[in-house]
């Protein structure tokens, strides 16, 4: 049974940090292909940064420069850190998982099988 648990959300104010963690089980971690995607009340889900199973990262332009995505494989974990917060990164944050997903489709949310729960991120300005 594939379960997806996002934590390290909070309240911080505009420019200031957090560092989002997914513990994952019931996968092989290190060949899955896993993602931090968001939704803000009253917009659909959007993807913010994967990072395949070579270790390959892609971003969302709104979050670039600004957003890291790692993994530690050994400890089954996903992280995001996130500088440089705005007010507009207010969201639900979702880790997702699947076992692949076509390059075309790595931002979008509906590629992947598995998610958490969410994490909760306000940013205040």
């Known amino acids: 049974q594939v379960q997806l648990v996002e934590s390290g959300g909070g309240s911080v104010q505009a420019g200031g940090s957090l560092r989002l963690s997914c513990a994952a089980s019931?996968?092989?971690?290190?060949?899955?292909?896993m993602g931090w995607f968001r939704q803000a009340p009253g917009k659909e889900r959007e993807g913010v940064a994967v990072?395949?199973?070579?270790?390959?990262?892609t971003y969302a332009d709104s979050v670039k420069g600004r957003f890291t995505i790692s993994k530690d494989n050994a400890k089954n974990t996903l992280y995001l850190q996130m500088n440089s917060l705005k007010p507009e990164d207010t969201a639900e944050y979702y880790c997702?998982?699947?076992?692949?997903?076509?390059?075309?489709?790595?931002?979008?949310?509906?590629?992947?099988?598995?998610w958490g729960q969410g994490t909760k991120v306000t940013v205040s300005s």
């Open positions: 019931g996968i092989t971690y290190s060949s899955y292909y």
């Open positions: 997702e998982a699947d076992r692949f997903v076509s390059g075309l489709d790595l931002l979008n949310f509906w590629a992947y099988n598995y």
């Open positions: 990072i395949d199973s070579d270790g390959s990262t």
